[in-house]
């Protein structure tokens, strides 16, 4: 198993107040799994991708990853975790602009430590496999919107992460485009990378083997593409 969810709650105070943002959570993911998680806004979605993301910890209950209980690592700890297991991916890219396509892959690995020759090797390997070994001398602003997301796909890719999380990995782009990077998931997908997508878009979230649906803090369903029910 490689996420375990057990009994999480996520409060966030207001004042005197305490907002509940999630309510006893439970679920699993296994290595390999395909899982959108989908919700309106204020469903509880954000809190817990930053909570898989080791971005936030709960207020209460565990996450377990590979066995490690995360809920209870400090703030280095989660760095490090953040660092070595999760692979990020977000709406508006987060490139950096001076930096041309192979140095943004690359900076993952200059936060570990890895050594430049290395670094060079593995992040051209990344550009390569989604589709960009001629675009590593382009910065971003002579890229495409799609082509940027693959950069940013590339990033995430190059520390081999135990997971991909993949923030409305659409949102800023147009359809077609739009349907080329879900494309690009799915072959990840089939190479045996497990990928979480968040994303409110019933479309988007077809693309993903199993639907999960957040409303008002609670899992209102948990079900397979294939279900029926």
């Not at 990928?195 to 948990?222: F, P």
Request: glycine share 8%.
């Amino acid at each position: 198993m490689l996420i375990e969810i057990k009994n999480l709650t996520k409060n966030y105070a207001i004042g005197d107040i305490e907002i509940p943002a999630l309510k006893n959570i439970n679920m699993t993911i296994e290595k390999n799994e395909y899982v959108a998680i989908m919700g309106p806004s204020g469903s509880g979605k954000s809190t817990l991708m930053n909570i898989l993301g080791c971005l936030d910890t709960p207020s209460n209950g565990n996450y377990f990853f590979k066995g490690t209980d995360v809920s209870i690592l400090d703030d280095d700890a989660l760095s490090a975790m953040r660092n070595r297991e999760i692979g990020f991916i977000f709406q508006n890219f987060n490139l950096l602009p001076r930096l041309n396509s192979l140095q943004n892959v690359e900076l993952p690995l200059v936060y570990a430590g890895v050594l430049a020759q290395e670094r060079i090797e593995r992040a051209s390997k990344a550009l390569e496999r989604v589709g960009l070994s001629d675009r590593t001398n382009h910065r971003p602003g002579e890229l495409s919107g799609g082509q940027r997301q693959r950069v940013a796909i590339a990033r995430a890719l190059v520390t081999n992460p135990g997971i991909l999380l993949a923030d409305e990995p659409t949102g800023a782009l147009d359809s077609k485009t739009g349907d080329d990077i879900m494309r690009l998931f799915d072959d990840l997908h089939s190479e045996g990378n497990t990928i979480i997508l968040i994303t409110h878009e019933q479309e988007i979230a077809n693309y993903a083997a199993r639907n999960i649906y957040l409303k008002d803090g609670e899992i209102h369903y948990d079900r397979l593409k294939s279900s029926t029910k």
